[in-house]
């Protein structure tokens, strides 16, 4: 026997902005980069791998102050080992996103080709990509936000654009090595420093996003302000973040995991999975038992980094995923566990009947278990019945249904989170 479901709302606090490339413009004539950038010079714009909220729009926005003031934008793929560490494969993964030489009106210019342009306290070279050394200037472009790895002041965002964007995937192999004898924050600061001295970096637009994958800020930062801004915006990010509804669960559903949605596949702080891929540590929240993920996103090109955060799975997933693609991400990271492959079965409801009796002693009917899209949608969320007391008591969530039955169709399976799903339920 199943546990029954409802779906509730979560209350985020919900800063947006409304006119994306608007801002964008705003944020740029700030700087004044007119002074900085002559008429006749080229600029690099940096676009990474994460599914960021609107970004084709920044893009093409940071592209359109760049020519208003008569210079020559071009955009480079600026994402480590992804893509599977190729420039073809890293124009996919931009293209994906609607980063497409048509939409932001400059070229794309793709290498993994990198030039050492010095090196670090530690000892090791620091690469950057060959296209961003030959600009007379380069703009970052990236989202700060809560690192799925590690913990700092500096964690994701536009210091680890300079490190393993730039870095392409010579440098990728480089830093994360460097990662096992040092501190990511000691490594980050050592490279960035570097790239900030050699590499003509003129300005930084950062993005911050709210709990509803929405664009909530965007700022135009001088270089040699970035590091001290970063640190600030990564208060308000995380202050932002998505969260699940409730601190402990003995089952996770998670419809859909991929490089678009976290650099993990699932962004391991909403999961409760940053320090140990598969579980908690004590002072993380929440409190996952048992993660089931059923499918990996089509943005994600195969990539199925962060399976290993997954007791469960679907046979479709492991079909779904390119074993180089991911192999590639991993082993240039170095956080080998998080592809371990979990089990995997033909249907939801084998997984179920597999996963309720490790639990405890739990009755299956009285299991916890929550049901989620992703990691970065999660306003709306499938709750089972142990859950709906404490939901009634809380301000932040409001209940959207009446408890009913979990649908599983004629061979087993859920139907696909969302509108589908709620109708489904319904019946």
């Known amino acids: 026997m199943y546990p029954q479901f409802f779906r509730l709302r979560q209350k985020f606090d919900r800063p947006r902005i409304d006119d994306v490339p608007a801002e ?26 994460r599914g960021i909220a609107n970004i084709a729009k920044i893009i093409r926005a940071i592209s359109g102050h760049v020519r208003s003031i008569g210079a020559s934008p071009f955009i480079i793929p600026a994402m480590g080992s992804h893509g599977g560490a190729t420039a073809q494969g890293q124009c996919e993964v931009l293209r994906s996103y609607g980063i497409t030489e048509e939409f932001c009106g400059c070229p794309i210019r793709a290498s993994m080709d990198t030039e050492i342009v010095g090196e670090a306290a530690e000892g090791f070279a620091v690469h950057v990509d060959r296209h961003a050394c030959q600009a007379d200037h380069v703009i970052l472009c990236g989202r700060i936000k809560a ?58 637009v950062a993005i911050v996003e709210n709990a509803y994958d929405e664009t909530a800020l965007i700022e135009a930062i001088a270089p040699q302000e970035i590091q001290e801004r970063e640190k600030q915006l990564l208060v308000l990010a995380k202050k932002w973040m998505p969260r699940l509804p409730f601190p402990k669960v003995d089952i996770l559903i998670v419809d859909e995991m991929g490089k678009n949605i976290s650099g993990a596949g699932m962004d391991s702080n909403v999961i409760g999975r940053k320090t140990y891929a598969s579980q908690a540590a004590e002072q993380e929240f929440p409190k996952v038992l048992r993660i089931v993920v059923r499918s990996l996103t089509e943005a994600s090109h195969g990539n199925a980094i962060g399976i290993g955060m997954a007791e469960f799975c679907t046979t479709r997933l492991l079909e779904q995923h390119d074993r180089h693609a991911t192999w590639t ?18 249907t939801d409801r084998e997984i179920l009947d597999a996963a309720l009796p490790t639990i405890g002693l739990t009755e299956p009917e009285d299991a916890k278990i929550l049901w989620i899209k992703n990691t970065l949608q999660v306003s709306e969320v499938e709750c089972s019945a142990a859950y709906l007391a404490e939901a009634r008591t809380r301000a932040d969530l409001e209940i959207l249904t009446t408890v009913r039955d979990l649908p599983l169709d004629s061979a087993g399976n859920f139907p696909i989170f969302g509108a589908s799903a709620e109708a489904a339920l319904a019946h």
């Open 147 to 204: 690192h799925t790895d590690f913990t700092g002041d500096i964690e994701s965002g536009l210091m680890k654009m300079m490190l393993l964007g730039l870095g392409k995937y010579n440098g990728a192999k480089i830093y994360h090595r460097a990662f096992q004898d040092y501190s990511f924050d000691q490594i980050v600061r050592s490279v960035a420093a570097r790239v900030l001295e050699r590499c003509h970096i003129v300005a930084g």
């Open 329 to 346: 991400n991993i082993l240039t990271s170095g956080n080998l566990q998080v592809v371990k492959y979990p089990l995997h079965f033909d």
């Open 24 to 49: 964008v413009e705003r944020q740029l004539a700030r700087l004044k980069l007119q002074e900085k950038i002559r008429p006749d010079q080229s600029v690099a714009i940096t676009a990474g791998s």
